[in-house]
């Protein structure tokens, strides 16, 4: 399953974007949550590609 390490990776990424621009707290969770449904989604359909490949 892709979905999962994704969504982490996808906050850890959207959260260090964030604080790379000076965000406050509240700035860095939001990257942090729009990030991690932007890498899950991706790793959903990467998880259904792979699984119908097979």
Known sequence: MILFPAL???ATLGY???A???GN???RL???AVYA???AL???FATILID???
């Open 20 to 22: 790379r621009r000076g």
């Open 25 to 27: 707290r509240l700035d």
């Open 16 to 18: 260090m974007q964030a």
């Open 42 to 44: 991706a790793g959903l």
């Open 8 to 10: 982490i990776l996808g």
């Open 37 to 39: 449904l932007i890498f």
């Open 30 to 32: 939001q990257y942090a």
């Open 52 to 54: 119908r490949a097979i």
